[in-house]
């Protein structure tokens, strides 16, 4: 005898085709919730989860704002990304910057501008020495190819105390 509060359509049956409604109704929300996950997933890679993207762009600043650096958070192994740091320092003075940490175990720099005046290994790390401007305003731009897996700590610092630390991961 036929529910009432359900329409005929799903109810099982036997002839043409022997069916069973409740578990193909079970497939059926099996299905919605996967293809909701799905578009969620495209949302979020829209939106930088797996690069470049607003859930993956970064800015950090030193306590007294005379470093600032942008750095793309999330990486996949093998891209290029972009990272900008910012110095203030007197002007027209060669200002000193040091990036350390596990940085350079996990990226490779594929090109600097402006080409330093000067560069040196520092530990784990590299020293660039750069020209400032009139109002006493450097900026570095990296162009760094992710060779890692995992989360990479980094930290950029001038002499004098004011630094930035920051995470990346590398994405498969």
């Given at each position: 005898m036929p529910r009432h509060s359900e329409p005929e359509d799903f109810h099982s049956r036997t002839f043409p085709v022997r069916e069973d409604m409740a578990y193909q109704l079970k497939v059926w929300r099996f299905e919605r919730v996967g293809w909701y996950g799905l578009v969620l997933l495209v949302i979020l890679t829209l939106l930088g989860l797996f690069?470049?993207?607003p859930l993956s762009s970064r800015e950090v600043r030193s306590d007294d704002g005379g470093l600032t650096?942008?750095?793309?958070?999330?990486h996949r192994n093998g891209s290029t990304n972009p990272?900008?740091?910012?110095l203030k320092g007197a002007p027209n003075a060669v200002l000193e910057v040091e990036l350390g940490?596990?940085?350079?175990?996990?990226?490779?720099?594929?090109?600097?501008?402006?080409?330093?005046?000067?560069?040196?290994a520092a530990g784990k790390g590299m020293k660039f020495w750069v020209q400032?401007?009139?109002?006493?305003?450097a900026t570095l731009y990296l162009s760094v190819l992710s060779d890692?897996?995992?989360?990479?700590?980094?930290?950029?610092?001038?002499p004098g105390g004011?630094?930035?630390?920051?995470?990346?991961?590398v994405f498969p």
């Open positions: 690069s470049r993207g650096v942008e750095y793309e958070r999330f990272l900008t740091a910012h940490g596990d940085w350079l175990e996990g990226f490779d720099v594929e090109a600097l501008q402006p080409q330093p005046l000067r560069s040196a400032a401007d009139a109002q006493g305003q890692g897996l995992g989360t990479y700590h980094s930290r950029i610092a001038i004011r630094s930035v630390s920051f995470e990346q991961f």
